[in-house]
């Protein structure tokens, strides 16, 4: 007997988050669509949404997403004064 790996796209992840922050419990959701409560769980985390202090409503997706951004942003700075303090010698 083996198990097989379910694979679920992106949008019915979504929508069981969705389904989720609506007030449906994950037990329900768990039972009713046959997916582990782990699985709910890490789809939470990645597509739940969060309310910024400033009121803003954003995802764990979208903040890794700005992450990953900034982190391009400061090498590409990083490298930017380095070319100055070369060109500047001259």
């Known amino acids: 007997m083996s198990k097989e790996k379910k694979s679920y796209d992106e949008e019915f992840k979504k929508t069981i ?5 609506s007030g449906k419990k994950m037990a329900d959701l768990s039972r009713e669509y046959g997916i582990s409560h782990t699985n709910i769980g ?8 969060i309310t910024t202090s400033t009121g ?3 995802n764990n997706d979208e903040i890794l997403k700005l992450k ?5 942003v400061e090498l590409e ?3 930017l004064k380095k070319a100055v303090a070369i060109f500047s010698r001259k």
């Open 77 to 79: 700075n990083e490298i």
């Open 56 to 58: 803003e409503v954003t």
């Open 42 to 49: 890490n789809w939470i985390k990645k597509y739940g949404t």
């Open 17 to 21: 988050v969705n389904l989720y922050e």
């Open 68 to 72: 990953k951004k900034l982190h391009e």
